[in-house]
């Protein structure tokens, strides 16, 4: 699995989801002018663009593992703090932000307890700390149409439904253990049009995360079907699908 791929790449896979559904999480955390904020696992700046919007860029720090959503990161926000690093070793000073926010990052985190709590030390006492996680034990993230498609033509083929945070109780779990207080949930859906099966799949083709390898996996004889199958399912378009994501958020 890699996140080694251009950030346009990215923005056609999951940025038409994670755009809106980061725009919910900014909301939800309360971001309001003065404060600074820090994107954790920012990506190619799905988080960082509404931070930017609403603090300014010399407000807004972010960090990711991905040299290339660094460099798409910093280009597409001059002014931004974007470093190259890891959730569970921020490089930033202790208490240095108001709010931290990792939107679609804690279940890719090697260790999501100490993750979620280096956002905390970084986050001075009061300040909210916040997650996003699509419901992935649900079976409603983006990526639904695929896993269960893939299920259909060889169920040795597991989904994402197991990673750690990809529920409700699961991802307030991880909070709580990295010491945030007074710890809230609610549920964020996200709409997308899709205009044609084409506009739909193709970013898929292209190697981004786990759902881009299994079709990968699968090799050129498996596609074809996993194509005709997902091709049935959702019709030549335009058609609509929605995700709903858990977003967690507590006091550090």
Known sequence: MTFEVPGDAYDRFMGRYSQPLAAGLADWLEIADGQRAIDVGCGPGALTGHLVARLGADHVRAVDPSESFVAACRERFPGVDVRHGVAEALPFEDDSCDVAAACLVVHFMSDPVAGVGEMRRVTRPGGWVGATVWDLA?????????????????????????????????????????????????????????????????????????????????GPDGREPLEAALRRRLGAGPFELTAVAHAVRGRA
């Open 138 to 218: 649900g079976g409603r993230a983006p990526t639904w149409p695929l896993w269960e498609a893939v299920a259909g033509l060889d169920p040795r083929h597991g989904a994402e439904r197991e990673r750690p945070g990809g529920s409700r109780d699961g991802l307030v779990a991880i909070v709580e253990a990295a010491g945030l207080r007074d710890v809230e949930s609610l549920e964020l859906p996200v709409t997308v049009t899709h205009p044609s099966f084409e506009e739909w799949w193709e970013p898929y083709l292209h190697g981004v995360g786990p759902a881009a390898e299994v079709v990968h996996d699968v």
